[in-house]
């Protein structure tokens, strides 16, 4: 059986999904559906016109962009396209926001066989667009509420599990793993404060990816943390900080990630109260007066019964 997969290439989440689904004898297809040529062409900080039109006509502009986006890479996805098979049984999107309609209807009457399933792991508002949902026959999403609104299944993100119960690994008290550019510049104002405030108090680890030429005083790079790196730093952390996007609702993938590696969270996400994976192991601040404390940072792991999302599980239930 023959699978394309649409999905972004972000750290080894598509290499983990590949090799489960040929450990199940599925052939698959890969094309990676984000493109920096897509957020190139969308940002809106390139000229000041466009600013100034995008703050009086937000939604009109927003279009306009998107489609300008989509013409720029809709030959880059023709030519990836051409050379696809000519026959799948599934073709599973992951977000999916920057991919062209144009070539969604191709594949769509290309592969009228074919089972088609998109997996939501951003929130539906922080999507560029969302009305590639159309064109799907399943549903999931990692936001409960998302799916309570739009009638999807909620499904949790997944990863590697680490068998972890050796306290003495645990060298560093707080990881800071993510991306700053000039996007998301509050993250990186708070991620400063944090880091300002308690590096005397508490020995970290930092990693911040520099996307584009945004500034910051605190140690920076310009090539991504490994995936395998970035578990062995959760797996040598006793907590990981996550600062959540402007609007974000749903838990990112860390929080996951944190769960099999006995790593506690602390984040400024208010709405993970609302989600399975929620515990006393997660521990919710303030963004604009964060107090973080030894009471939750130097206590012990406290071991539950949550339930881990294996990619093995995942898969199960995206192809059920």
């Known amino acids: 059986m023959n699978i394309l997969l649409l999905m972004p290439d972000f750290f080894d989440y598509p290499k983990m999904i590949i090799e489960e689904l040929q450990s199940r004898k599925f052939n698959v297809d890969f094309i990676c559906n984000e493109s920096d040529k897509f957020r190139s062409c969308f940002s809106y900080k390139k000229k000041i016109i466009r600013r100034i039109f995008r703050k009086l006509f937000p939604r009109y502009m927003r279009q306009k962009d998107i489609i300008r986006a989509e013409k720029v890479v809709d030959k880059l996805y023709e030519t990836q396209i051409a050379k696809l098979r000519n026959d799948y049984d599934y073709v599973i999107s992951i977000k999916g926001d920057m991919f062209p309609e144009t070539q969604y209807s191709f594949l769509r ?112 790079y310009t090539e991504k943390l490994p995936f395998d790196n970035y578990v062995n730093a959760l797996m040598e952390s006793k907590c990981v900080l996550d600062i959540a996007l402007i609007n974000q609702e749903g838990p990112t993938t860390r929080f996951n990630d944190a769960l099999g590696t006995d790593t506690k969270v602390i984040t400024t996400n208010k709405n993970i109260k609302k989600y399975p994976i929620f515990s006393d192991n997660i521990l919710i601040i303030d963004e604009d007066n964060p107090v973080i404390g030894d009471e939750f940072v130097l206590t012990p792991y406290l071991h539950n019964n949550l339930e881990f999302m294996t990619v093995e599980k995942w898969c199960d239930i995206i192809l059920s």
Request: hydrophobic share 30%; glycine share 2%.
């Open 109 to 220: 009457n290309k592969y009228q066989k074919a089972k088609f399933i998109i997996y939501q792991w951003d929130d539906l508002s922080l999507l560029m667009k969302t009305k590639q949902s159309k064109w799907f026959d399943k549903h999931y999403s990692y936001n409960v509420e998302d799916c309570k609104q739009n009638g999807f299944q909620y499904l949790p993100m997944f990863s590697k599990r680490v068998c972890i119960r050796n306290t003495n690994i645990k060298r560093y008290d707080i990881a800071i793993i993510g991306t700053i550019d000039h996007a998301h510049e509050k993250r990186l104002h708070i991620i400063e404060r944090i880091y300002d405030t308690y590096n005397k108090q508490y020995n970290f680890y930092l990693f911040l990816y520099r996307r584009d030429n945004i500034i910051t005083h605190l140690p920076s």
